[in-house]
């Protein structure tokens, strides 16, 4: 549905892409992932048209992109932009209406939106009346109303609870099981691991990583050991047999060597801290992400 093809941008004597290159399937949920500042969001407004890249090619089923594939498209940016002294039910009419659906239609959708994101008795409050992440779902309904082919996403669980995350989540889930396509960008890799099927990092302006998540995981190793514990987390430091030790409070990531079995980890780690939880799993993607990325973060 979406490719793109040596991207090129310069801001003065800043390089925000360089060479980018990815395809997007029909049907799928792909990730366009990467640090602050990787290049992900330049990379996002020009595939929309909204500026201009240096050099390269951008195209939706085939064809540079046009008015009539535009109608098909919804975007939501970082940065919000809500009508904050209008009602929330005009604010998603109007914007309905800009996509072509009637005052009729846009009101019946926008009340069922409403009313599954249990914003209905917010209908007729002003915007600015309504919290940061009730607001965040208003716009998310926004992109909705015309049902669109390919939705694009820009950190859109940033300001968001837990359950408010699990409702964006679930809908981006029913939406590619109907069909749709659902381009996510975002730093949060743990979000990204359990929602797409595949994946683009990027960092500094070029593309680091792209594929299938499992064949990603499989490359960068499944020899894993994650660790739920009670205790000081520095003693986990030495373990035999392990490659590298992630800490985090309360929590170790342990790569092995491939010299010793989990059993054995086990029986070292025990000595050492009061255990609650022991899996080998693949790696993680938040591992991978530090591991390929180097741990850096550009503002």
């Known amino acids: 549905m979406l490719e793109i093809r040596d991207l090129r941008k310069n801001f003065g004597n800043t390089t925000a892409l360089d060479g980018v290159t990815f395809s997007v399937k029909q049907g799928e949920i792909f990730g366009l992932l990467g640090p602050n500042g990787a290049g992900k969001t330049t990379t996002i407004r020009i595939s929309l048209g909204i500026i201009e890249a240096d050099s390269g090619v951008v195209q939706f089923n085939g064809e540079p992109l ?7 498209l919804a975007y939501l940016p970082e940065e919000r932009g809500l009508y904050r002294k209008s009602r929330v039910l005009d604010v998603l009419i109007y914007f309905a209406g800009l996509r072509g659906l009637s005052a009729f239609e846009a009101r019946k959708r926008a009340m069922e939106w409403l009313k599954r994101f249990e914003l209905d008795r917010y ?8 919290s940061k992440g009730m607001q965040q779902k208003v716009q998310f309904i926004s992109c909705l109303l015309h049902e669109p082919q390919l939705l694009i996403l820009d950190e859109p669980f940033s300001g968001l609870d837990p359950v408010n995350q699990m409702v964006i989540k679930d809908t981006m889930r029913e939406m590619k099981a109907s ?15 359990k929602l797409c099927d595949r994946i683009c990092l990027i960092d500094r302006g070029r593309v680091v990583l792209y594929g299938e998540l499992p064949e990603i995981k499989k490359k960068y190793g499944t020899n894993s050991i994650h660790i739920e514990f009670d205790g000081e987390s520095s003693k986990l430091t030495n373990i035999r047999g392990a490659a590298k030790v992630d800490l985090y409070e309360n929590y170790a990531e342990i790569k092995t060597d491939g010299q010793v079995s989990s059993s ?36």
């Open 66 to 72: 046009t008015e009539k594939f535009k109608e098909k």
């Open 123 to 130: 209908a007729n409050h002003k915007v600015e009346e309504l």
């Open 179 to 193: 069909g749709k396509t659902i381009v996510f960008s975002t730093h949060q890799m743990e979000q990204a691991e």
């Open 264 to 299: 054995d980890i086990l029986k070292q780690v025990v000595d050492l801290v009061n255990v609650r939880k022991f899996s080998a799993e693949e790696a993680s993607l938040n591992s991978i992400f530090i591991q390929v990325v180097g741990g850096h973060n550009d503002a």
